[in-house]
Nanobody
Framework: QVQLVESGGGLVQPGGSLRLSCAAS????????MGWYRQGPGKQRELVATITRGGSTNYGDSVKGRFTISKDNAENTVYLQMNSLKPEETAVYYC???????????????WGQGTQVTVSS
């Protein structure tokens, strides 16, 4: 019943920008951390960016300086602003949210369905 729904993906030119959104609903729990991951064709899923409830951010090395993660607490929404996009960043981008649980590893992951980002001229 907990849902994460991504939006904002699409086709963009190399060097262009795109802004992704992820809306959370259907739970009384608050995520203690949310983030974005991506998986391109033939590649493993990789971390793009995360943000904690307190607003601390972390980025994958390949996107530092170009991507910005932010959140809107009132709307239960997390955003990913992507600038200077490269063709190799074509991937399905997934929203992730973590909640605390009483058993190891003491967290549980919720995933969105993914949104396709295609960077091509």
């Amino acid at each position: 019943q907990v849902q994460l729904v991504e939006s904002g993906g699409g086709l963009v030119q190399p060097g262009g920008s795109l802004r992704l959104s992820c809306a959370a609903s259907g739970t009384i729990f608050r995520f203690y951390i949310m983030g974005w991951y991506r998986q391109g064709p033939g590649k493993q899923r990789e971390l793009v960016a995360t943000i904690t409830r307190g607003g601390s951010t972390n980025y994958g090395d390949s996107v530092k300086g170009r991507f910005t993660i932010s959140k809107d607490n009132a709307e239960n929404t997390v955003y990913l602003q992507m600038n200077s996009l490269k063709p190799e960043e074509t991937a399905v981008y997934y929203c992730n949210g973590k909640v605390g649980v009483s058993t190891p590893p003491y967290s549980y992951d919720y995933w969105g369905q993914g949104t396709q980002v295609t960077v091509s001229s």
